[in-house]
């Protein structure tokens, strides 16, 4: 490269520490924001010889005057042409001030970060009639004041050569801020008195890579589809999503369960624009366009359930916009259910009566069983209570006389690859014994009274389907009656009673706190039966009713019950009239749900340097599934609010732990965990109280 003059060394030195100042106040002034992402948009064509057009880039000139050159800027196409700007083609002279440019505008809501800019120039300041005359000037600046923004400077030295200038290959800038970029190859004017040319001057841009960072992340919400809904799903099932955004535009859907990504894949691409210019490398936002995606789409995510264990999973969806900003549209439970379903109850056939047999016929299913299993029950005369006989598991049943004064009901359980479903026929008829009667003689009681077992060593049924109970007037002989006014048609209503005195029959709580449950029980004329043994039972989401201890109602058949800490519940109340009574009366249901003990901690309240920080916590309560417990990991900044960046799983002792990295370099942060409702883990979704951070 030919040495400058002394006066062009002075404005390098002037300019290179201008663009220092410069690129040191956009740092100061614009610090990166925490969930900005960047995209890149190539120009002429990728780094891999991809062709991309120069979207983005508009020409300008000055204006023209008359016997002057006017001077070409030429578009890159797939023929090999590069971004060009050109004087000289003609054998006209081109005035002083005479220009053409290419300028790059950065889209609303963004801003150039980095710059790769690869030119040749050939520019010089020819003797003409051995007067010198005016070079060509090639000068690249950002935003709209050239002297304070100018990025390069080249003029040609002052000795007459026409033959180009050395120049390195590429401008590569990283970490500004800026609107535009403008490349320019002019006639300048400062001095000489002969105008540029006739000769030529030519500027070629090969390739750019202009970095746009985003600042704003996309907006969306769900519009409808199967799994959006609160019914069980199976099969294929869908969810529409609408979103918007205002830089780069909204590029990709994704769908995420049980923490794992099933499918992420471009919203909508009505232009081609939309697209990985550059599929082949790890950067999968890179374009041929300045906003290369639509500023709003409608899009849709499909899951193959049956892909999935049939319960429940958590669901996120997300749109991300060209520049890799996420906002979660969906965040939810939804149940999966492709086992078999019933559409039509299992039948019973055949006669009634000791010695007689039974035939079960499997029902109607849809869902493709691939198997059957029968399970044979006997019920009480009533058709309730109903318990497995013990063996019996085919499709034909011999009664015996274990069956006399029962009815028998059968349970088919229908299976395929996704899981198992079960229907019960309705209950046969009474079984006869071999007199042919329906109800045992008087000398003969009750079956199941009075010690005797069921004839055939099995334990006769549990009233109610509640494991251990019993009734707690049993002991006592003769036929007691349980309260005043006993009356087998008793009726038994309780609710929650909230702090304020109102009732609820479904409430939420803390780990850890008792609740009041209050109740009445009452004849069918609504007159309270005071002095009543009542029994309490429990059921925990996916186990059977399990009997507790009870309470003593009041004069007016009143009672209260509180109810000790532990995991979500269902609750209800047994009344048996009689101390001889074996049928019982049922109260109506009340549910708990509790929120789970979980905390989050960070291992530092403040980061620097690397600016990572390790995200730790406990999920308590106990019952943690042997695979573990989902926990959605949400990070807040200020005028951005909650948003989920993460889901991690526990271990069989409810801990976790993950690191995360922050891409701002200061600010303050905060992280909370949830652990949305799951599988057999009986609590509802849980969120912990926040954890902040400070990065400087």
């Known amino acids: 490269m030919q040495t400058p003059q002394p006066t062009h060394r002075l404005k390098v030195i002037a300019l290179a520490i201008s663009i220092a100042l410069t690129i040191l106040a ?46 070409t800027a030429t578009s890159c196409d797939e023929e090999g042409q590069s971004l060009r700007l050109q004087f000289g083609t003609g054998q006209s002279p081109v005035s002083p001030m005479r220009s053409v440019s290419w300028r790059f505008d950065a889209p609303f809501a963004t801003h150039i970060s980095s710059v790769s800019l690869h030119r040749t120039l050939l520019v010089g300041w020819p003797v003409v009639a051995s007067r010198y ?35 390195e290959p590429s401008l590569e800038l990283e970490r500004v801020h800026w609107d535009s970029l403008s490349v320019r190859l002019s006639c300048w004017a400062v001095v000489g008195s002969l105008d540029c040319g006739p000769f030529p001057a030519q500027v070629t841009i090969s390739r750019a890579s202009i970095g746009l960072t985003d600042t704003e992340a996309p907006a969306g919400m769900e519009t409808g589809g199967a799994l959006a809904g ?35 894949h471009v919203v909508a691409d009505p232009d081609r624009s939309c697209a990985d210019v550059e599929p082949a490398n790890s950067d999968p936002y890179e374009f ?47 149940q999966t259910h492709n086992a078999p379903v019933n559409a039509g109850a299992p039948t019973l056939t055949g006669q009634a009566s000791v010695g007689a047999q039974l035939n079960a016929g499997h029902g109607q299913w849809d869902g493709a069983p691939s198997g059957f299993d029968h399970r044979w029950l006997r019920c009480e005369a009533d058709g309730t209570d109903c318990t497995a006989v013990a063996g019996a598991t085919g499709t034909a049943y011999t009664l015996t006389a274990a069956d006399a004064y029962h009815r028998m009901a059968t349970d088919v359980t229908a299976e395929n690859g996704s899981g198992a479903s079960t229907a019960r026929s309705a209950p046969s008829a009474i079984v006869a014994d071999a007199a042919g009667r329906t109800t045992p003689p008087p000398s003969q009681g009750a079956p199941g009274t009075g010690g005797s077992d069921a004839g055939d060593g099995t334990t006769p049924p549990a009233p109610g389907g509640i494991q251990g109970i019993v009734n707690p007037l049993g002991q006592l002989p003769g ?65 059977g009713w399990v009997a507790r201890p009870g309470v003593r109602t009041g004069a007016d058949g ?36 509790v929120f789970a003990p979980l905390t989050i901690r960070a291992d530092r309240r403040r980061v620097s340097g690397t600016r990572a920080v390790r995200l730790s916590g406990h999920v308590g309560g106990g019952s943690i599934p042997r695979a573990g417990l989902l926990v959605t990991l949400e990070g807040y900044q200020r005028g951005w609010g909650w948003r989920t960046f993460r889901t991690v799983r526990t271990d069989r002792k409810g801990n976790w732990s993950t690191q995360y990295r922050f891409r701002l370099s200061e600010g303050r942060f905060g992280f909370r965990a949830l652990v949305p409702h799951q599988g057999r883990f009986p609590f509802a979704t849980s969120r912990s109280s926040g954890v902040f951070v400070v990065v400087s």
Request: glycine residues 12%; charged residues 20%.
């Open 288 to 334: 041929g366009t300045s906003q290369p995606c639509p500023l709003a789409a409608n899009g849709s995510v499909q899951l193959d359930t049956a892909t999935l264990r049939d319960g429940q999973h958590t669901v996120h969806v997300t749109v991300e916009d060209a520049a890799g900003n996420q906002a979660v549209v969906f965040d939810g439970i939804v």
């Open 230 to 264: 609160t019914d069980p799903v199976r099969g294929v099932a869908s969810m529409s999503v609408h979103a918007s955004d205002d830089g780069g535009g909204v590029y990709r859907v994704a769908l995420i369960v049980d923490g794992d990504e099933v499918t992420r």
């Open 558 to 593: 009143r009672f209260v019950y509180v109810l000790p800490a532990g995991p979500s519940r269902d609750v209800r109340f047994t009344y048996f009239a009689y101390s001889d009574s074996h049928a019982v009366e049922l109260s109506n249901v009340v549910h708990t749900d």
């Open 133 to 167: 005359g005016r070079p060509y000037v090639y000068d690249v600046w950002h935003d709209g004041d050239v002297a304070d923004n100018q990025l390069e400077f080249e003029l040609p030295p002052y000795n007459g050569d026409t033959a180009g200038v050395e120049f």
């Open 479 to 543: 036929h007691v009656a349980n309260g005043d006014n006993a009356t087998a048609h008793a009726r038994v209503e309780v609710a929650f009673q909230r702090a304020d005195g109102s009732t609820a029959k479904r409430m939420r709580a803390g780990h850890g706190r008792r609740m009041t449950i209050i109740g009445r029980l009452t004849d069918a004329s609504g007159t309270g039966i005071g002095g009543a043994r009542l029994g309490a039972a429990w059921r925990i989401a996916g186990r």
């Open 26 to 71: 956009a740092l100061t002034i614009h610090p990166s924001i925490a969930f900005a992402g960047t995209y890149t948009v190539h120009t002429c064509e990728t780094p891999a010889g991809t062709f991309t057009g120069n979207s983005g880039w508009t020409s300008a000139a000055s204006l023209s005057v008359q016997g002057q050159e006017p001077g």
